[in-house]
C-alpha cells in the first residue's frame, strides 16, 4: 500500500497564490489527480492525469507533478475557491488512494 | 445529463447488514468502471471498492476487504455495495462514481449515510 500527504489546511488572502501540496512515492510513477469538495456537495475533478483541466475548470487552478510531489496551484485565489481539495492517485495493482484533504481558506 | 443515485442507507446495529445501490443514468452505463467512495462525517473521502466496466475486475480498500462485496447489472445500469458485518468506523456517506480511465471520479452521486450504531 502507499500513502498521499496533504497539508491540513493553506490560508491566502484574496488575489494570491495558493499551493496545495501531495506528496507520495507512487507518484513518480503514476498520475495525479485534484478534486474540490465545497462544504455540503459531492467532490468535483478539478485536475487530471497531473496537469490536464475538464471543461469547466476555471485556468487559474492548474497542476503540476515532479517526483514524489504534485501540486495544485491557485493564482489569483478567490473567495468561491474556499473549499477542500484532495488529491488522488492509484497503483497498477487496483489500489486507489486519496490523500487527507487540504482545506483551503481565502480570507 | 448524467446521474447518478444512491439509495439503501440508513441506521444499522453493528454486525448486520446492509446494501446500496446506485443508479445511473445519462451515460453508456456499460463502458464505465465504477467506484464507492465514503466520507466518515467531518473526514476526507475514502476509497472503498471498485469493479470494471464488465464486472471481471473487483478491488476493496484494505479496511473493507472480506466484508463489502461490490457487484453490478448493466442490463439495469445499476451498481451495488453489499455490506456485511457493519462496524461504527463504517459510518459515513456513501459515493458512487464513474471509474473512467482518464477521467476518474468524474461523475458522482449525491451520496448515502450510513449509519452504524446500537
Known amino acids: 500500500s502507499y500513502e498521499l500527504t496533504q497539508p491540513p489546511s493553506v490560508s491566502v488572502l484574496p488575489g494570491q497564490t495558493a499551493r496545495i501540496t501531495c506528496s507520495g512515492d507512487?507518484?513518480?510513477?503514476?498520475?495525479a489527480y485534484w478534486y474540490q469538495q465545497k462544504s455540503g456537495q459531492a467532490p468535483v475533478l478539478v485536475i487530471y492525469?497531473?496537469?490536464k483541466r475538464p471543461s469547466g475548470i476555471p485556468e487559474r487552478l492548474a497542476g503540476s507533478s515532479s517526483g514524489t510531489m504534485a501540486t495544485l496551484t491557485v493564482s489569483g485565489a478567490q473567495v468561491e475557491d474556499e473549499a477542500d481539495y484532495y488529491c488522488?492517485?492509484?497503483?497498477?495493482?487496483?489500489?486507489?488512494?486519496f490523500g487527507g484533504g487540504t482545506k483551503l481558506t481565502v480570507l | 445529463q448524467v446521474q447518478l443515485v444512491e439509495s439503501g442507507g440508513g441506521v444499522v446495529q453493528p454486525g448486520r447488514s446492509l446494501r446500496l445501490s446506485c443508479a445511473a443514468s445519462?451515460?453508456?452505463?456499460?463502458?464505465?468502471?465504477m467506484h464507492w467512495v465514503r466520507q466518515a462525517p467531518g473526514k476526507g473521502l475514502d476509497w472503498v471498492a471498485f469493479?470494471?466496466?464488465?464486472?471481471?475486475?473487483?478491488y476493496y480498500a484494505d479496511s473493507v476487504k472480506g466484508r463489502f462485496t461490490i457487484s453490478r447489472d448493466n442490463s439495469k445500469n445499476t451498481l451495488n455495495l453489499q455490506m456485511n458485518s457493519l462496524r461504527a468506523e463504517d459510518t459515513a456517506v456513501y459515493y458512487c462514481?464513474?471509474?473512467?480511465?482518464?477521467?476518474?471520479?468524474?461523475?458522482w452521486g449525491q451520496g448515502t449515510l450510513v449509519t452504524v450504531s446500537s
Open positions: 462514481a464513474t471509474g473512467d480511465q482518464q477521467l476518474p471520479f468524474d461523475y
Open positions: 445519462g451515460i453508456t452505463f456499460s463502458n464505465y468502471g
Open positions: 469493479i470494471s466496466y464488465d464486472g471481471s475486475n473487483k
Open positions: 507512487v507518484l513518480t510513477k503514476k498520475y
Open positions: 492525469e497531473d496537469s
Open positions: 488522488y492517485s492509484r497503483d497498477s495493482s487496483g489500489n486507489h488512494k
